[in-house]
């Protein structure tokens, strides 16, 4: 059983994010003896889609159409990245909320990953027997249970990802997002996720 471990924490040592990270990555080792993969987004040089590359894209994905080596190589950073997340049974996406979604640099490697006919299809759920769980953490407390546009409603983490996922098929979503800013929140709510974490943990790696 593989874990792949995606993260951006801009702030470091001091991220709020790492700490939930590091609560998830503790309990699988404490669980299983889990073959565990890290992806630091800070160190990876993430593909975004441009005039070449898109026209690769949709000919050999959508046109079963044979590229030939210098249109695929607009597409080799891509395919490297398409591979590795295929090839993990677990995966978790850690990062911060960054106005009320994912980071640019997080969405643009969801961009450089979700591939027609190899992550999605329509007709089929491609990433079928997976799972993904999404750490987050927020300035403020968001509301689990609803969405729309009205604070504190508007968890587009939370809401990017399980549409994203389910659409492609993933067996097992979850999202995990919590505000550590302030002394109470933090060891209110630091209580509260690592209670989420670990049940989480524990359900998937049984």
Partial sequence: MKTLIIKYLPSGEHSNTKKLLDIAINSIKSVSKNNIEELDLLKTEVPIFNQNSIQSYYKRNYNSIKLNESE????????????????????????????????????????????????FAYDQKMMANKKILTLYTSGAQYSKNTFNPQFPNCDGVAFTAHALFNFMGFSHVQTIGTSLRGEENYQKNLLTVSSEIISTINDWYK
């Fill in 72 to 119: 695929q190589s607009f597409l080799d950073k891509n395919d490297a990245l398409i591979m590795q997340f295929k090839s993990a049974d677990v995966i978790i996406i850690a990062c911060p909320m960054h106005n009320f979604s994912f980071p640019g640099l997080v969405k643009s490697y969801l961009d450089a990953v979700v591939f027609f006919n190899e992550t």
